[in-house]
């Protein structure tokens, strides 16, 4: 009958009533560390003309300030040397890469957009991509927005550009200069557990000022209910497969073996995985994030690793833990688990307050949901894409080509 309950249920609506509150609050005040740039325009007094121009290492103070401004992570000098010298798309380029581009007045730079190219596979093929990273633009400028990113759109000698995690208003304006969302009806769903969650509900309560005696109580009774919730959530069985735990620097010749056979299976388009690319990708300098590569081995030979990136929000001092990346020989399934479980776990051991999975194929999806985790969805599409090559346009039209995650564009590229 309409309107009436079993006591059970009822019973168990009451228990995580107070935790359901406390993760609205989370997936509802939660924005994109680029978000201020989203303020609206300054009024009153005529704009300075801005002219726009590719980027000089000579800018980087300058950008900095900029991004700083924007509530964007800091960057570094060393940085952007490893990522506009020492990055291995440089040397298989065509022509050289630009580095990004600029608005610049009498006064100074008040817009930024930073280029990365990366190499892709596909088909034998080794391809060019183009990753947007930072974009930044004082408000008073922000109409000039399109033209940076058409500049980004403009590039020759590129196969595919890639934007992820950018505004709703960037996203548009990518759709405008057509580009398109990836073919994944559930690719803008975030998957998470909660690891800690006292330290969870601290953060929370001090990031929305929680401050007087009664929001405070609920806080602490949204923890508890959330804790018992918790238990709930995550991996259940015990690890079928040993795992072993490297460092980035120490990724090698069988990593390359892996990466070679993976190659030679179903055509999928696959970011660069070499173990020069791998290096180069999840080696931070200035950044106080932290990388984890865990390792299964199957008949004494390497048959799937999985990286976790470990970060501290700069704002809130939020501990989170991703899933940076994971390769599996023949998508093994139990390969997958093994190390799926073993990422939770060091993301358990880090201290880490929340563990975060974002995209990746749908049969790696499929084991993470068996886990009963939180979702929540991001405001638009994390991930647009753009191809002048029409034989590779037809082919990402299908999502089983795709084998995208946090990997691709500048999630865990930039510190």
């Known amino acids: 009958m309409a309107g009436t309950r079993a006591p059970a249920q009822i019973q168990t609506r ?8 406390l993760l609205r609050l989370l997936k509802s005040r939660r924005r994109p560390a680029s978000a201020r740039a989203e303020a609206p325009p300054l009024s009153g007094g005529a704009l300075a003309p801005a002219k726009q121009r590719e980027v000089r290492f000579a800018d980087f103070e300058s950008v900095a300030r900029l991004k700083e401004r924007g509530g964007l992570a800091k960057d570094s000098p060393e940085n952007w ?16 890469p630009s580095m990004g581009w600029v608005l610049e007045t009498a006064q100074g730079i008040v ?13 034998s093929r080794t391809m060019i991509a183009a990753t947007a990273a930072g974009l930044v633009i004082e408000p008073a400028y922000r109409t000039r927005c399109i033209a940076l990113l058409a500049s980004f759109f403009r590039q020759r000698d590129v196969d595919l550009f890639v934007i992820t995690h950018s505004t709703a208003s960037v996203v548009d304006q990518s759709k ?24 969870f509900a601290r953060v929370l309560t001090e990031k929305f000022g929680l401050g007087n005696k009664m929001e405070t109580i609920g806080a602490f009774l949204a923890s508890s209910a959330l804790r018992l919730d918790t238990l709930r959530r995550g ?8 795992i072993t735990e490297i460092e980035v620097k120490d990724i090698g010749d069988e990593f390359e073996a892996l990466w070679r056979r993976k190659l030679g299976e179903a055509p999928r388009l696959l970011a660069d ?3 020069a690319s791998l290096k180069w990708h999840f080696t931070l300098p200035g950044s106080c994030s932290t990388v984890a590569v865990l390792c299964c081995h199957r008949f004494q030979r390497l048959a799937g690793y999985a990286v976790v ?21 023949q998508d093994d399934p139990d390969v997958t688990e093994a190390l799926l479980d073993a990422a939770y776990a060091n993301a358990v051991a880090s201290g880490g307050y929340l563990f975060e999975v974002v995209g990746l194929p749908r049969h790696i999806r499929q084991i993470l949901m068996r886990w009963n985790p939180y979702v929540r969805s991001y405001p638009t599409d994390p991930l647009v894409y753009r191809t002048t090559n029409e034989a590779l346009a037809r082919a990402l039209e299908d999502e089983s080509t795709w084998y995208a995650g946090p990997f691709d564009g500048d999630a865990t590229l930039l510190p």
Do not use: C
């Open 14 to 21: 009451s228990r995580y009533h107070a935790a359901d509150i």
């Open 81 to 96: 040397d490893r990522l506009w010298r020492q990055n291995p798309a440089m040397a298989a380029a065509k022509s050289q």
């Open 309 to 329: 990136l470990h970060a501290v929000d700069h704002e809130t001092g939020l501990r989170r833990s991703m899933l940076a990346d994971i390769l599996v020989e």
């Open 111 to 123: 817009g930024y957009q930073g280029n990365i190219p990366v190499l892709y596979q596909f088909e």
């Open 176 to 199: 405008a200069l057509h580009a398109r969302p990836l073919p994944r009806a559930d690719y803008d769903k975030v998957l998470f557990w909660i690891l800690d969650v006292r330290q």
């Open 235 to 242: 991996p259940r069985a015990a690890p079928t497969s040993k």
């Open 273 to 275: 995985r070499s173990p």
